[in-house]
């Protein structure tokens, strides 16, 4: 099954700086995706690692592995593990920076990251201008809502370690005890007043979309990105603003760093007349195949905003929106991820294999690799704005945003 991948590591490969120290607390930041590779997909790619196409990949690998079995002084008979690190060698090996080798632990983690559920108290926080450890989010329904920590608080010690100056978000978050039960006892400081909150780590939901009235007539959605239900929670989100009375949107795909392929065919659903092409996928070996709308979409004046953060199912869905004059685009140019990546199965580890199998191409047929797309109206955030998460900028700083509300109240 193709997925359009969330970006690894985007800081490291030029795209806007992320938010300074924003994390959420779970056992493992992973990238997301939708499982599953058909039997036959699975056959195919297993041979082709194990050497069905290539005896002398297999020979070579066998001969390394006797060597190991034979003369290593400190060898354990474990023979999955000298196979697993093979394959992720091997991933490694393609020079294609989404390959990975997973096992079937860390498939099994990742499809429940993919469903945005993790393992945690339910905060996202940041670094601060301070230098604080500051909570920007409490999530409903989770251990830290229910314990009364706020958005606003700072985190300033966790299980007997205090935060310091020099330490990195990463090296504080670490002290906590993410295993399902496990107790954790924080300090935070909420105003003039130190508080101390035992709180016990559970599996947590965090939503994919958030939304607000923006004026008595303009509706505003935040989709946070192409996974779990959040198709569900737009349909839900879009119901709701306008029992409200929206008549115009502003939808935001700012920091959307991407997804599933087909909750992007669905989003773009939401939106697009019945029959109308979202994206092309082409392979390697020139199979083409289209993907269209099969719903009769929302007939709304929108506005989409867009950054050097929205990526991959973000500029698909974005792409398709533009080609046929669905929304109006208004922020900085896309990351430019426009390639596929496909899981196998390894059946002899249980694992799977991660490779760019396609790429994606818009209705107008350009693909946006390495070029992202240009919004109609470019506007930049200012570098005071850009210490925030999106949900989280000053409404007086969100240039981008007030951008797009003129633009709908102009007309």
Known sequence: MEELDQIESVSETGGRKKKKGLCVLAIVLAIVFTAAASASIAWF????????QDGRLVSSVRQAREIIRKHYFYYEE??????????????????????VYYTAEEYEELKKQNQRSFVGIGILTQLN?????????????????????????????????????????????????????AANDFTIRRGDDTLSFTIVAREVHTPSVSYRMLTDTIGYIHLLAFHGTCVEEM????????EQGMEMLVLDFRDNLGGSLYDAISIADIFLP???????????????????????????????????????????????????????LIGTRTYGKGIVQTFFEIP???????????????????CVQDEGITPD????????????????????????????IAYLEEE
Request: negative net charge; hydrophobic residues 35%; aromatic residues 8%.
């Open 235 to 242: 349909r839900d989100a879009l119901n709701d603003l306008r």
């Open 45 to 52: 790619a297993a041979m082709r690692i194990y050497g069905g």
């Open 129 to 181: 201008e301070a230098g604080f450890v500051e909570i920007i989010d409490v999530y409903d329904d989770t251990p830290a809502s229910e314990a009364g920590l706020l958005p606003g608080d700072l985190l300033v010690g966790i299980n007997g370690t205090d935060f310091e100056t020099g330490m990195t978000l990463s090296e504080f978050l670490s002290n906590v005890r993410a295993e399902d039960g």
């Open 78 to 99: 474990d023979e999955k593990q000298l196979t697993e690190s093979a394959l992720k060698g091997i991933a490694a090996a393609t020079g294609d920076q989404y390959a």
């Open 274 to 328: 019945k029959d109308h092409i979202v994206t092309t996928l082409r392979s390697r070996d020139g199979k083409v195949t289209e993907y269209k709308t099969t719903d009769s979409g929302a007939e709304i004046r929108t506005v989409l905003l867009v950054n050097e953060l929205s990526a991959s199912a973000s500029e698909l869905v974005a792409g398709a929106l533009k080609d046929y004059g669905a929304a109006y």
């Open 377 to 404: 109206r470019i506007v930049e955030l200012s570098e005071e704005a850009e210490r925030y998460s999106i949900d989280r900028i000053p409404p007086e700083l969100d240039t981008q945003l007030a951008a797009a």
């Open 348 to 366: 002899e580890t249980n694992g799977w294999f991660k490779l760019t199998t396609d790429a994606y191409y818009t209705p107008n047929g350009v």
